[in-house]
C-alpha cells in the first residue's frame, strides 16, 4: 500500500462523480490496467488482494488471458457492433451457445440438460428472478384455465391491472433474504430496509428462514428443532393460500441456498429437501435463487446440488447472474409459456457476455476450478477457526461451503472497522447481515492467497480496538462467550475467560499456525499446494 484507501487520486474521482451522480457506496476507483488475478490495483497506485471479487461476479480474476483473448477475437467484435434483439433476430450460432451452456452448466440430473431444462438469458440477476417469477404466476393461471385461452374479460381487466385478468397472486420468500431490487423481487427481498423504504410493495408473504446456532454438532437438536418450527410455518402459509385465508394464491417460493446479502444465513439439506417438497405438495413452482451462490464458489457447480435432491424434486427454476457474466434462469421444461412475448424485453441476454461464460465454463473444466474452491475453502476455514480461538471473542460462527465464507463479528461497529482496517492492509473484503464479513474470493483463489489474507487477518485482529457491548451474541459463539460481554446475571462487566472446550482448538491447523506467524508464502502445507490448481 502506497497511500490510505480510498487515496488523494480517488477521493478526486470521487468528488467528479458525485457532481453527476450519488455514489457514496463507492470504496475507491481502480485502474483495470494494472489489476490482474486476485489482485485489484487502485487509482492511487495501492494493490489489494481482493476477496469480494466484485461483489462475487468474477469468476476468473482481473485480466484472465483466456477472456481477454476472446473479447480481442473478430467474433466478439462483430457481436459487439451488432448487438442483436436476440428475442426476434438472434445470429444463427445462437441455439449451438446455448447447447453448450446446457450441457456445461445446466444442474445435473440423470436425464441430458437439453431434455430436462429450457434456459431463458438475462440482463442481470434481478430480471432473471423477475421473470422466473412471471413464468410462475403464468404456470399457474393456464393450470387454473386447465390449458383454455384466457376469455375476452381476462383480457380486458388485464389492461385495468384488475382481475380477473390480473390475479391476486404471490411469490412466497423468506425472513433475510435477498433476490433484487426491481418491483417483483424487491416485494421478496427481505434483508435490509435501506433497500425498500419509501418503494411500494406487493402484499406478498414471508415466512421465517432458520436461525441456527453454531457449532452445528452441538446444537445439533435445537437447529433440528428450529428448522420443523420453520418448515410448519411455510406449511401454514401454504395452507392458507389453497383454503383462499390469504389474500393471495401462493403461485411460487424463491430461496436462496445460502442468504448471501441477509448475513450468510445457512439451513440443512434436510431443511431444504423438506421445503421442496411442501412446494410440490401444494402444487407450488420452486425457485432457487443461485444468482451469489451459483458457478461453483461452494465446491459444486450449484449450491443447491449439495441437497441432494431426487431426480423427480429438481427445482423447477434455478436463476443465475453474476460469475456467469450474463444472466437468466434455468427453467423445466413444464414452465415453459405456451406463447411468445410473455417472457421477453428487447435484447434477452447479451451474446458478448455469453462469449465470455462460454469461455469461463472451458477455463473451468481445463483447470479444475470448482474442485480448487472446495480445496482452498476448506483451507480458509480451517485458517479461520484457528483465528477464532487466538483471537477470542471478536470473531465467531466460522461458516461456509466452499469458498462462499463468512464469521460473525462481535458488533457492528467492529465489523465494520475491521473492514475499514483489511483496506487499510491491502485486503478488499466485504460485509453482510448486520454483524458478518464474508469472502467471496474468485475460483481463481488458491491456498497460497488464502495464507496471505488469513496473515493479514491476523495481524488486523491483533491490533482492532472492540469497543460497545457485544451485538451478535445470542447465548453461546462457537462455545466462546465475547470478549468483555457484560454479565446477564450480576450486571458486571469482565474479561474473558475461556471455556474448557474453547481452548483445545489451537491445535486443530497446528501446522497452519506456522503459516500465521511465517511471512514466507513457500511455507503454506505443500499437501495443499499440489491439490490446488
Same mark, same amino acid.
Given at each position: 500500500m502506497v497511500t490510505e484507501s480510498p487515496g488523494p487520486k480517488s477521493l478526486a474521482h470521487f468528488e467528479e462523480l458525485n457532481n453527476v451522480q450519488e455514489c457514496s457506496s463507492v470504496h475507491f476507483f481502480c485502474d483495470y490496467n494494472s489489476s490482474y488475478g486476485n489482485y485489484v490495483v487502485d487509482a492511487d497506485g495501492n494493490r489489494l488482494?481482493?476477496?469480494?471479487?466484485?461483489?462475487?461476479?468474477?469468476?476468473?480474476? @482481473?485480466?484472465? /488471458?483466456?477472456?481477454?483473448?476472446?473479447?480481442?477475437?473478430?467474433? !466478439?467484435?462483430?457481436?459487439? %457492433? +451488432?448487438?442483436? =434483439?436476440?428475442?426476434?433476430?438472434?445470429?444463427?450460432?445462437?441455439?449451438?451457445?446455448?447447447?453448450?451452456?446446457?450441457?456445461?452448466?445446466?444442474?445435473? @440430473?440423470?436425464? /441430458?440438460?437439453?431434455?430436462?431444462?429450457?434456459?431463458?438469458?438475462? !440482463?442481470?440477476?434481478?430480471? %432473471? +428472478?423477475?421473470? =422466473?417469477?412471471?413464468?410462475?404466476?403464468?404456470?399457474?393461471?393456464?393450470?387454473?384455465?386447465?390449458?383454455?385461452?384466457?376469455?375476452?374479460?381476462?383480457?380486458?381487466?388485464?389492461?385495468?391491472?384488475s382481475a380477473p385478468g390480473c390475479p391476486h397472486l404471490s411469490i412466497l420468500s423468506f425472513s433475510g433474504a435477498f433476490h433484487g431490487r426491481t418491483f417483483g423481487c424487491l416485494s421478496?427481498?427481505?434483508?435490509?430496509p435501506i433497500h425498500k423504504l419509501d418503494v411500494p410493495h406487493f402484499d406478498w408473504p414471508m415466512a421465517q428462514f432458520p436461525n441456527l446456532k453454531y457449532p452445528l454438532e452441538r446444537y445439533a437438536k435445537e437447529n433440528e428443532e428450529e428448522e420443523a418450527t420453520c418448515l410448519l410455518e411455510v406449511e401454514k402459509l401454504l395452507k392458507d393460500s389453497s383454503g383462499g385465508i390469504l389474500s393471495t394464491k401462493i403461485a411460487g417460493m424463491i430461496i436462496e441456498p445460502i442468504q448471501a446479502?441477509?448475513?450468510?444465513?445457512?439451513?440443512?439439506?434436510?431443511?431444504?429437501?423438506?421445503?421442496?417438497?411442501?412446494?410440490?405438495?401444494?402444487?407450488?413452482?420452486?425457485?432457487?435463487?443461485?444468482?451469489?451462490?451459483?458457478?461453483?464458489?461452494?465446491?459444486?457447480?450449484?449450491?443447491?446440488?449439495?441437497?441432494?435432491?431426487?431426480?423427480?424434486?429438481?427445482?423447477?427454476?434455478?436463476?443465475?447472474?453474476?460469475?456467469?457474466?450474463?444472466?437468466?434462469?434455468?427453467?423445466?421444461?413444464?414452465?415453459?409459456?405456451?406463447?411468445?412475448?410473455?417472457?421477453?424485453?428487447?435484447?434477452?441476454?447479451?451474446?458478448?457476455?455469453?462469449?465470455?461464460?462460454?469461455?469461463?465454463?472451458?477455463e473451468y473444466k481445463k483447470s479444475n476450478l470448482v474442485e480448487n474452491a472446495k480445496i482452498t475453502g476448506d483451507?480458509?476455514?480451517?485458517?479461520?477457526?484457528?483465528?477464532?480461538?487466538?483471537?477470542?471473542?471478536?470473531?465467531?460462527?466460522?461458516?461456509?461451503?466452499?469458498?462462499?465464507?463468512?464469521?460473525?463479528?462481535?458488533?457492528?461497529?467492529?465489523?465494520?472497522?475491521?473492514?475499514?482496517?483489511?483496506?487499510?492492509?491491502?485486503?478488499?473484503?466485504?460485509?453482510c447481515g448486520a454483524f458478518s464479513i464474508r469472502l467471496r474470493p474468485a475460483m481463481v483463489f488458491t491456498p497460497e492467497h488464502a495464507a496471505e489474507f488469513l496473515r493479514i487477518f491476523d495481524d488486523c485482529l491483533a491490533e482492532i480496538e472492540v469497543d460497545g457491548e457485544c451485538e451478535s451474541w445470542d447465548g453461546d459463539w462457537d462455545g466462546i462467550e465475547p470478549r468483555n460481554l457484560i454479565n446477564t446475571v450480576t450486571g458486571e462487566q469482565g474479561d474473558f475467560h475461556p471455556t474448557s472446550d474453547s481452548t483445545d482448538g489451537i491445535a486443530i491447523a497446528g501446522e497452519f499456525l506456522q503459516d500465521l506467524d511465517s511471512n514466507d508464502e513457500d511455507e503454506v502445507d505443500d499437501n495443499v499446494k499440489e491439490k490446488a490448481i
Open positions: 488482494l481482493d476477496v469480494f471479487s466484485q461483489i462475487a461476479s468474477l469468476p476468473l480474476g @482481473y485480466n484472465h /488471458p483466456s477472456l481477454t483473448a476472446a473479447l480481442s477475437s473478430a467474433e !466478439a467484435r462483430v457481436i459487439l %457492433a +451488432n448487438r442483436p =434483439a436476440l428475442g426476434v433476430l438472434p445470429n444463427k450460432d445462437w441455439p449451438t451457445k446455448l447447447e453448450f451452456v446446457l450441457r456445461e452448466m445446466a444442474p445435473r @440430473y440423470s436425464v /441430458p440438460p437439453k431434455e430436462e431444462w429450457d434456459i431463458t438469458t438475462m !440482463a442481470c440477476g434481478s430480471t %432473471a +428472478n423477475e421473470n =422466473a417469477f412471471k413464468a410462475a404466476f403464468i404456470k399457474y393461471m393456464d393450470e387454473h384455465r386447465e390449458g383454455a385461452p384466457p376469455t375476452q374479460e381476462d383480457l380486458n381487466s388485464s389492461m385495468l391491472n421478496t427481498t427481505r434483508s435490509k446479502e441477509g448475513g450468510d444465513n445457512h439451513a440443512s439439506a434436510d431443511y431444504f429437501r423438506k421445503l421442496r417438497a411442501l412446494a410440490k405438495k401444494y402444487n407450488v413452482s420452486f425457485i432457487v435463487d443461485e444468482v451469489q451462490t451459483g458457478l461453483g464458489a461452494t465446491g459444486k457447480m450449484w449450491a443447491h446440488e449439495h441437497w441432494d435432491l431426487p431426480e423427480e424434486d429438481a427445482p423447477d427454476v434455478v436463476t443465475f447472474a453474476k460469475k456467469a457474466q450474463i444472466a437468466g434462469f434455468f427453467s423445466r421444461k413444464h414452465m415453459r409459456p405456451r406463447e411468445g412475448y410473455r417472457i421477453f424485453n428487447t435484447w434477452m441476454g447479451d451474446p458478448a457476455k455469453m462469449l465470455m461464460l462460454e469461455t469461463i465454463l472451458r483451507y480458509i476455514q480451517e485458517g479461520l477457526n484457528v483465528l477464532k480461538k487466538k483471537h477470542q471473542g471478536i470473531i465467531g460462527r466460522v461458516r461456509g461451503a466452499g469458498t462462499f465464507i463468512a464469521v460473525t463479528v462481535y458488533n457492528t461497529s467492529t465489523r465494520d472497522k475491521i473492514v475499514y482496517d483489511l483496506r487499510q492492509r491491502g485486503v478488499e473484503i466485504g460485509a
